[in-house]
């Protein structure tokens, strides 16, 4: 099925690569498992796009982060090509919503998904580093580590996004490949469960966890770095003097200035992509604040971001009469 | 910087629990502080004097007084310094009187909070810049929102002293209440032989502009400069053309139209001009009501109408209005008498409220100004009036007084036993409030010399027996209970604020209380103005309040629009949001979140976009601050350098 439905990718991008200007798509890695992003701008690269369960990375921040395409095009520039799974296409939403993007400069390729491979997960099963080739079966995964052919079932190494997933299916689209998939999940409950599990905690436990947590981390700003729409970029408040949030002192509290200042820039923006988590070096479970956020943003104001190009996200809006605020 | 720290006593008032000695003595220590100082009143005279004579001494470049609310006398403060020639924003206040001693009673923890707000203050201070304000020119046009007599009262004031009025009034004809009342107290002069001639007034001066059937759609701008778009609703009449002759009235088929003016009592045509002395003198089409206007066949007013001022295509249309103040004026509304269930208002016909009362006594009432009941057209006999309904009850939520009903039941029982000498008036009551000029002397004018029996009580129920209406209740001077059978009971329904006030009040960005009463800038001694500088109060909108104070009021308002159109120009609030350029990544959710429109796209060189804030619209909000992901926006006074010297003094 994965190779009926890059054929079809193949072809669709090939039709339509005279009008684009690029395809922005996956295609492998040289580590034999991994996919890498490529630019394809060349018939003869389009051999090298590639889809399913690796194509893990959300390949929107590339629109609108440098090396900066520019947001708004010189007149008469040919509109990008851009492949998208279901979570991505709600970047495009957000990033379209919030003028970053304007429809027409993107043609997109869209691909229902049915779950990505967090490779960290598949480490703790099989040495990666001996890897000699890994693929799909089905539901299978077959990795060979020169030894021996680890055959780990798809469900018990996806990313921690996946599980909760109500939009495998890409949201905005000008191309479908592929047949839709079946979402994981339906309501609010199913999909925030990782956030009840750690909302039933006692308070200390909870601030153990994040501090145990947050520790870890290194503030090399990957994070940061991965998520389509933090925006600013060399303008982050996390780096400025000017105003002075933050200072450069390595401890906790300016690690959890950093993260928590990360999710409020992102409250009822947050599409829960899992860049950030999945960009992580240290495997700290960011996504999982902002998952937090979301859930806040769900049930006390029914929003969540990424869904409708017209709608406005509540805290880009002011209402004096809000009630809920 | 070399900072100052003054620490006032305010009497006892804040040395008599908060250590003020110990304050100033410890803000030595503090980083920056060269001098610091305790005293007695630092807002008197000789306390100012102190101030500028350490900045003199001292050298000082910055001054922190710690005292009361920064409300009342950051502006004395602040002119204090600048007569030292400091620039007036090298000054912070620390409020340890309304937030310290005055709500604790412990010493030792009000001077160690005093002592934290004091150091919050100076690490903010350190971080001040000075600021300049421009000047902006007044517009010098009065907006008057609404056409009751405080309102009226208002716009004459200004029409005389020279100045432009616009006014409008939601409803097609001005006057307010007042204009529903038949006479009123304590003197019983007619209440339309006194509010016409002010009405007519209106309508014939050259300076005003009326918009009646006319609302608020949209107020932008500052004061000096504000930009209102009127709403002007669909009449269906072409009031340029109407001359009010009335033959439409006369000859439109709809006859059962709701009869606002008179509350309901008679029916109204389609078409209406709700009484004889309307201003302005204009027919309008209820829509609700009109044949024509519901698909049926009629036009028979466009067919009459001599002048063809009838339009059934008519739409709202929308004017747009520059005015420099704005007086609001939009008066209240009365309490729905049938929440009281047991008192059956709305139930009964011959349960009415006081202004239903006031239409039957008026001459042009529904009964020509004869008392007749509602129920069958007989005239009463005996009459009950029950005072606080929905006045004092926590329990519907009117826990207040409306302050009118007391009186307005007086004079509504004088009148009653003038028209009808046979008659007989209850009045239960609660307690008489009575404190005007001779009111008190016209209550009991009612008791004494008209015989209106008065019995302190509540009234439990009432029910009907045979065609009259039996009234239970207890008199609690003499400890029984009482029942009374009467012809027709009059609920004196309560003040309450008027139906969409507080819409206009977020139109307006005034505040306004939990029962919708405009909130007024001190209750003492800034009395008709808001907090939004430019607005001012009139009349009940700020409270219930009854005619001598509502146009006392009015004329209050009209002399603070006099004294802002004295100057040519108004010194523009410095406070406001500026934009680094150099930070700014254009995402433009500034411009997204302003509640004032206030921020806008600028292009440099290249075609580079970035926000722009108008600093004459900008209120200092700081939402777009808020909003910004790289705090490129900065509202000056309150940047985040000064927010977090101030966070951190206090983690520290």
Same mark, same amino acid.
């Given at each position: 099925?994965?190779?009926?439905?890059?054929?079809?990718?193949?072809?669709?991008?090939?039709?339509?690569?005279?009008?684009?200007?690029?395809?922005?798509?996956?295609?492998?890695?040289?580590?034999?498992?991994?996919?890498?992003?490529?630019?394809?701008?060349?018939?003869?690269?389009?051999?090298?796009?590639?889809?399913?369960?690796?194509?893990?990375?959300?390949?929107?921040?590339?629109?609108?982060?440098?090396?900066?395409?520019?947001?708004?095009?010189?007149?008469?520039?040919?509109?990008?090509?851009?492949?998208?799974?279901?979570?991505?296409?709600?970047?495009?939403?957000?990033?379209?919503?919030?003028?970053?993007?304007?429809?027409?400069?993107?043609?997109?390729?869209?691909?229902?998904?049915?779950?990505?491979?967090?490779?960290?997960?598949?480490?703790?099963?099989?040495?990666?580093?001996?890897?000699?080739?890994?693929?799909?079966?089905?539901?299978?995964?077959?990795?060979?580590?020169?030894?021996?052919?680890?055959?780990?079932? *798809?469900?018990?190494?996806?990313?921690?996004?996946?599980?909760?997933? !109500?939009? &495998?299916?890409? $949201?905005? @689209?000008? /191309?479908? =490949?592929?047949?839709?998939?079946?979402?994981?999940?339906?309501?609010?409950?199913?999909?925030?469960?990782?956030?009840?599990?750690?909302?039933?905690?006692?308070?200390?436990?909870?601030?153990?966890?994040?501090?145990?947590?947050?520790?870890?981390?290194?503030?090399?700003?990957?994070?940061?770095?991965?998520?389509? *729409?933090?925006?600013?970029?060399?303008?982050?408040?996390?780096?400025? !003097?000017? &105003?002075?949030? $933050?200072? @450069?002192? /390595?401890? =906790?509290?300016?690690?959890?200035?950093?993260?928590?200042?990360?999710?409020?820039?992102?409250?009822?923006?947050?599409?829960?992509?899992?860049?950030?988590?999945?960009?992580?070096?240290?495997?700290?479970?960011?996504?999982?604040?902002?998952?937090?956020?979301?859930?806040?943003?769900?049930?006390?104001?029914?929003?969540?971001?990424?869904?409708?190009?017209?709608?406005?996200?509540?805290?880009?809006?002011?209402?004096?009469?809000?009630?809920?605020? | 910087?070399?900072?100052?720290?003054?620490?006032?006593?305010?009497?006892?008032?804040?040395?008599?629990?908060?250590?003020?000695?110990?304050?100033?003595?410890?803000?030595?220590?503090?980083?920056?502080?060269?001098?610091?100082?305790?005293?007695?009143?630092?807002?008197?005279?000789?306390?100012?004097?102190?101030?500028?004579?350490?900045?003199?001494?001292?050298?000082?470049?910055?001054?922190?007084?710690?005292?009361?609310?920064?409300?009342?006398?950051?502006?004395?403060?602040?002119?204090?310094?600048?007569?030292?020639?400091?620039?007036?924003?090298?000054?912070?206040?620390?409020?340890?009187?309304?937030?310290?001693?005055?709500?604790?009673?412990?010493?030792?923890?009000?001077?160690?909070?005093?002592?934290?707000?004091?150091?919050?203050?100076?690490?903010?201070?350190?971080?001040?810049?000075?600021?300049?304000?421009?000047?902006?020119?007044?517009?010098?046009?009065?907006?008057?929102?609404?056409?009751?007599?405080?309102?009226?009262?208002?716009?004459?004031?200004?029409?005389?002293?020279?100045?432009?009025?616009?006014?409008?009034?939601?409803?097609?004809?001005?006057?307010?209440?007042?204009?529903?009342?038949?006479?009123?107290?304590?003197?019983?002069?007619?209440?339309?032989?006194?509010?016409?001639?002010?009405?007519?007034?209106?309508?014939?001066?050259?300076?005003?502009?009326?918009?009646?059937?006319?609302?608020?759609?949209?107020?932008?701008?500052?004061?000096?400069?504000?930009?209102?778009?009127?709403?002007?609703?669909?009449?269906?009449?072409?009031?340029?053309?109407?001359?009010?002759?009335?033959?439409?009235?006369?000859?439109?088929?709809?006859?059962?139209?709701?009869?606002?003016?008179?509350?309901?009592?008679?029916?109204?045509?389609?078409?209406?001009?709700?009484?004889?002395?309307?201003?302005?003198?204009?027919?309008?089409?209820?829509?609700?009501?009109?044949?024509?206007?519901?698909?049926?066949?009629?036009?028979?007013?466009?067919?009459?109408?001599?002048?063809?001022?009838?339009?059934?295509?008519?739409?709202?249309?929308?004017?747009?209005?520059?005015?420099?103040?704005?007086?609001?004026?939009?008066?209240?509304?009365?309490?729905?008498?049938?929440?009281?269930?047991?008192?059956?208002?709305?139930?009964?016909?011959?349960?009415?409220?006081?202004?239903?009362?006031?239409?039957?006594?008026?001459?042009?009432?529904?009964?020509?100004?004869?008392?007749?009941?509602?129920?069958?057209?007989?005239?009463?006999?005996?009459?009950?009036?029950?005072?606080?309904?929905?006045?004092?009850?926590?329990?519907?939520?009117?826990?207040?007084?409306?302050?009118?009903?007391?009186?307005?039941?007086?004079?509504?029982?004088?009148?009653?036993?003038?028209?009808?000498?046979?008659?007989?008036?209850?009045?239960?009551?609660?307690?008489?409030?009575?404190?005007?000029?001779?009111?008190?002397?016209?209550?009991?004018?009612?008791?004494?010399?008209?015989?209106?029996?008065?019995?302190?009580?509540?009234?439990?129920?009432?029910?009907?027996?045979?065609?009259?209406?039996?009234?239970?209740?207890?008199?609690?001077?003499?400890?029984?209970?009482?029942?009374?059978?009467?012809?027709?009971?009059?609920?004196?329904?309560?003040?309450?604020?008027?139906?969409?006030?507080?819409?206009?009040?977020?139109?307006?960005?005034?505040?306004?209380?939990?029962?919708?009463?405009?909130?007024?800038?001190?209750?003492?001694?800034?009395?008709?103005?808001?907090?939004?500088?430019?607005?001012?109060?009139?009349?009940?909108?700020?409270?219930?309040?009854?005619?001598?104070?509502?146009?006392?009021?009015?004329?209050?308002?009209?002399?603070?629009?006099?004294?802002?159109?004295?100057?040519?120009?108004?010194?523009?609030?410095?406070?406001?949001?500026?934009?680094?350029?150099?930070?700014?990544?254009?995402?433009?959710?500034?411009?997204?979140?302003?509640?004032?429109?206030?921020?806008?796209?600028?292009?440099?060189?290249?075609?580079?976009?970035?926000?722009?804030?108008?600093?004459?619209?900008?209120?200092?909000?700081?939402?777009?601050?808020?909003?910004?992901?790289?705090?490129?926006?900065?509202?000056?006074?309150?940047?985040?350098?000064?927010?977090?010297?101030?966070?951190?003094?206090?983690?520290?």
């Amino acid at each position: 099925m994965l190779e009926t439905d890059r054929n079809q990718l193949h072809k669709l991008v090939e039709e339509a690569l005279p009008e684009l200007d690029m395809v922005i798509g996956w295609g492998q890695s040289t580590d034999s498992f991994q996919t890498t992003p490529v630019f394809v701008r060349d018939a003869k690269q389009i051999s090298q796009l590639t889809l399913g369960p690796f194509c893990s990375q959300n390949l929107t921040g590339y629109l609108v982060k440098p090396p900066a395409l520019d947001a708004a095009p010189k007149e008469g520039a040919k509109p990008i090509g851009i492949c998208v799974k279901g979570c991505d296409s709600r970047s495009l939403v957000a990033l379209i919503q919030e003028k970053f993007l304007t429809r027409e400069r993107v043609r997109i390729f869209g691909i229902p998904c049915r779950g990505t491979v967090d490779w960290n997960k598949v480490g703790k099963l099989v040495d990666l580093s001996n890897v000699k080739s890994a693929t799909v079966e089905e539901d299978v995964l077959v990795v060979d580590d020169s030894q021996t052919t680890h055959r780990i079932k *798809l469900e018990e190494v996806l990313a921690r996004k996946c599980y909760g997933c !109500r939009y &495998p299916n890409p $949201l905005i @689209q000008d /191309v479908t =490949i592929g047949e839709p998939a079946t979402p994981r999940s339906t309501s609010i409950e199913s999909s925030y469960r990782d956030v009840d599990r750690l909302d039933a905690k006692p308070l200390e436990e909870r601030l153990d966890f994040w501090q145990s947590e947050l520790d870890r981390c290194i503030r090399c700003y990957a994070c940061r770095n991965a998520c389509p *729409l933090c925006v600013c970029q060399d303008k982050c408040i996390i780096e400025s !003097r000017e &105003p002075r949030w $933050l200072t @450069q002192r /390595v401890g =906790i509290p300016e690690k959890f200035l950093f993260h928590f200042i990360h999710a409020m820039h992102l409250a009822g923006r947050c599409t829960g992509c899992g860049e950030c988590e999945r960009a992580c070096p240290m495997d700290i479970p960011v996504t999982l604040i902002k998952e937090k956020l979301n859930k806040i943003m769900e049930e006390r104001l029914g929003y969540s971001a990424g869904l409708d190009v017209e709608a406005v996200p509540p805290l880009l809006t002011f209402n004096p009469g809000d009630t809920e605020i | 910087m070399r900072i100052g720290v003054f620490v006032c006593s305010c009497g006892t008032n804040i040395a008599g629990t908060v250590d003020t000695k110990r304050v100033a003595s410890e803000a030595l220590s503090f980083a920056d502080v060269v001098y610091a100082t305790n005293y007695m009143y630092t807002c008197s005279e000789p306390g100012q004097q102190e101030i500028q004579k350490a900045i003199t001494e001292h050298g000082l470049q910055g001054v922190v007084v710690a005292a009361c609310s920064p409300r009342m006398h950051e502006p004395t403060f602040r002119r204090a310094v600048e007569k030292a020639g400091l620039n007036r924003y090298m000054f912070e206040m620390a409020n340890i009187r309304e937030h310290v001693s005055w709500i604790g009673t412990d010493k030792e923890a009000n001077t160690r909070k005093a002592l934290d707000l004091v150091r919050m203050a100076v690490a903010k201070l350190r971080f001040n810049a000075p600021l300049f304000s421009s000047k902006a020119p007044v517009n010098k046009r009065l907006l008057v929102i609404g056409g009751g007599v405080a309102g009226i009262q208002a716009a004459l004031d200004c029409a005389e002293g020279g100045m432009d009025v616009v006014m409008v009034e939601r409803k097609q004809y001005i006057g307010g209440k007042m204009a529903k009342l038949d006479k009123t107290f304590p003197t019983i002069d007619c209440s339309s032989c006194i509010l016409g001639p002010k009405m007519v007034d209106v309508s014939q001066n050259e300076k005003i502009t009326l918009y009646a059937a006319s609302q608020i759609e949209s107020i932008n701008g500052y004061i000096g400069n504000f930009t209102v778009d009127i709403r002007k609703k669909a009449t269906y009449v072409n009031w340029d053309a109407c001359t009010g002759c009335g033959a439409c009235v006369e000859k439109c088929p709809s006859k059962k139209a709701e009869d606002y003016f008179n509350e309901g009592l008679g029916q109204a045509r389609a078409i209406n001009i709700p009484f004889p002395q309307a201003i302005p003198k204009k027919a309008a089409i209820d829509a609700q009501f009109c044949r024509q206007l519901n698909g049926k066949k009629c036009g028979v007013c466009a067919k009459i109408c001599p002048v063809k001022a009838i339009d059934f295509e008519m739409k709202d249309t929308i004017v747009t209005e520059k005015v420099g103040a704005i007086i609001v004026a939009t008066g209240y509304d009365l309490f729905d008498y049938s929440v009281y269930g047991e008192y059956g208002g709305g139930r009964y016909p011959d349960v009415i409220s006081g202004i239903q009362y006031e239409r039957i006594l008026s001459a042009s009432g529904p009964f020509g100004g004869h008392i007749r009941r509602p129920s069958d057209g007989r005239e009463p006999k005996d009459i009950v009036f029950i005072s606080c309904v929905g006045s004092r009850d926590a329990s519907v939520g009117r826990p207040y007084c409306s302050g009118i009903c007391c009186m307005y039941i007086a004079k509504q029982a004088i009148l009653t036993k003038d028209h009808m000498p046979e008659s007989n008036s209850y009045v239960f009551y609660m307690d008489i409030r009575s404190p005007g000029k001779n009111y008190d002397e016209f209550v009991r004018r009612a008791q004494e010399e008209y015989g209106v029996q008065y019995i302190r009580g509540r009234v439990g129920k009432i029910y009907q027996r045979g065609d009259r209406m039996v009234v239970q209740g207890a008199d609690t001077l003499l400890g029984v209970q009482v029942e009374v059978e009467a012809d027709l009971v009059v609920l004196a329904t309560g003040v309450e604020s008027s139906s969409g006030a507080g819409e206009l009040a977020e139109k307006l960005r005034i505040s306004y209380d939990q029962y919708g009463f405009y909130m007024e800038s001190h209750p003492k001694l800034r009395p008709v103005e808001t907090n939004t500088a430019g607005v001012y109060l009139a009349g009940a909108c700020q409270g219930p309040k009854d005619i001598p104070s509502s146009v006392a009021q009015g004329s209050a308002a009209a002399s603070k629009v006099q004294s802002l159109f004295a100057h040519d120009t108004i010194e523009t609030n410095p406070q406001v949001a500026l934009v680094n350029e150099r930070n700014c990544i254009a995402c433009g959710k500034c411009i997204q979140v302003c509640p004032f429109g206030a921020i806008q796209w600028k292009e440099l060189r290249g075609g580079i976009k970035k926000a722009e804030v108008l600093q004459t619209v900008c209120q200092g909000c700081g939402v777009c601050n808020a909003t910004c992901p790289p705090k490129a926006i900065q509202l000056q006074h309150a940047t985040d350098n000064q927010i977090l010297a101030e966070v951190n003094e206090l983690c520290a």
